[in-house]
Structure formats: C-alpha cells, structure tokens
C-alpha cells in the first residue's frame, strides 16, 4: 500500500508521467458547519502545496484554510486519507468540493493518480482529467500557480 508520494516516486521511477498529490483542503467562514468550503487541491509531486500560500491565492486573507478531517474525504469524496484523487470527485454528487489544479500539468499527456485506493495507480491525460471532471459536475474548476 503507497500511501505517500515519495513512496509512489521510489515505485515508478522511470515513469514519463507527472506523479501528482492530492490535498482536500477546508476553509470555514464561521463556526457554523454550513459554512465550509472544500477544495481539493491536485498538483505536481514537486510542487511546494504551502497551505498559507494556497489559502492567500483562494482569497480568504481572514479565513483560516487547514487539511480537511478524514471525516470530509469519506462523506464527500467516499475514500479514506492516502487514497485522495481526482477521481474521487464522482462520489460527491452534491458538488461541495471546488478542484483547484496545479498549472505545471496543463496540457500534460501523461497524469498518474491513484485510482480511488491508494494501491494502484493509472495514467490519464490533462484533457482526460478535465473531460472527466466536466462529466461528473466539476468542470467548474480554478487552475492556479501553486508555487506563486
């Protein structure tokens, strides 16, 4: 079972594909679990993901933005912690995730994500990744510098 990125590079080193990570991120407006945004963050293997940085670019200045509890990866996304991806976007089916991607796989044909469990991984171009999201309601995505 891989469940951290370096484990992932040390398994297929030799790969022409982005190895990606996966981030859910929640930012909450006001005590009120109403108010909770989730976003989960798709990026590079490489890419700094400063949570700080990724909450300034969101725009909450005043709203504090932390790694979202294991209890939003199961009740939105339907995996457990080590198993997030983007494909994980079709178990939410209320649309409370917002996906952010990294700009480094813009354009990129070869993208490596796990595939719902953190046992396997598959390959999927950026325009299969975006075609997928559209088609499962969360083609409504921000791609973003993560590293500005």
């Avoid at 891989?2 to 859910?24: F, M």
């Avoid at 953190?118 to 299969?128: L, P, V, W």
Wanted: hydrophobic letters at 45%; a neutral charge.
């Amino acid at each position: 079972m891989l469940a951290q990125v370096p484990e992932l590079v040390a398994a297929v080193p030799d790969t022409d594909a982005i190895l990606c990570k996966n981030l859910l991120l929640k930012a909450k407006k006001k005590k009120d679990e109403d108010d909770t945004m989730l976003w989960l963050v798709v990026a590079a293997h490489d890419t700094p993901t400063n949570v700080k940085k990724i909450q300034k670019a969101l725009g909450y200045a005043n709203i504090t933005v932390r790694f979202a509890a294991d209890k939003y990866l199961e009740a939105n996304l339907g995996v457990v912690k080590g198993s997030v991806t983007p494909f994980a976007t079709m178990n939410d089916t209320a649309v409370q995730v917002n996906v952010v991607l990294d700009e480094k796989l813009v354009g990129k044909p070869k993208l490596a994500f796990h595939p719902l469990t953190n046992e396997a991984t598959t390959f999927i171009s950026y325009d299969g990744l975006t075609k997928f999201l559209t088609a499962v309601n969360h083609g409504h995505f921000t791609v973003m510098d993560l590293t500005a």
